[in-house]
């Protein structure tokens, strides 16, 4: 069998353009992945900081990330991959988040919660979230304590 040395040439080309194009796939790939780390590092450091409570769960209600206000509130610093209940002291938090978990359709929630914490009644007010598609929850809660003692007062 002969070959085709025109063939031959323009299979040789297709092979370079592919090579070309996997070579700034890859660096596309890697210049995407810088990104995306910067922007969770500047996620993380924003969430850190923030005076209200913020807590994602994953699908099996496992704590994949909680904040400092979050841990302050409930004593605990390694509350990464337990699962909801860590927190069985407030019942009422486990039940919404549960009670929003198995809402198959709903995709955010703002709930008002009456907590004890360490001995001291708090006022919070929570917005849940979910993702359709990893059915994440993200809770963020700001403390009304203050608010709502200068509302009764005022009554």
């Not at 909680?66 to 407030?90: P, Y």
């Not at 009670?99 to 001291?120: K, P, S, W, Y």
């Amino acid at each position: 069998a002969e070959s085709n040395p025109d063939r031959v040439e323009e299979l040789e080309a297709k092979v370079e353009g592919l090579q070309y194009l996997l070579r700034q796939l890859a660096e596309d790939k890697a210049s995407l992945d810088r990104a995306l780390q910067l922007e969770q590092q500047r996620h993380e450091s924003l969430v850190a900081r923030v005076p209200w409570i913020v807590v994602r769960f994953d699908r099996d209600l496992r704590y994949v990330d909680t904040n400092d206000a979050f841990r302050s509130l409930v004593g605990e610093q390694d509350l990464l991959g337990r699962t909801l209940g860590i927190a069985s002291e407030w019942p009422a938090w486990d039940r919404a988040v549960r009670d929003f978990h198995a809402a198959r359709d709903v995709m955010t929630r703002e709930i008002e919660l009456n907590l004890d914490v360490q001995g001291a009644p708090i006022s919070l007010f929570v917005c849940l979230s979910k993702t359709r598609i990893d059915e994440h929850i993200t809770a963020v809660g700001v403390d009304q304590s203050d608010r709502k003692r200068a509302l009764d007062a005022a009554e």
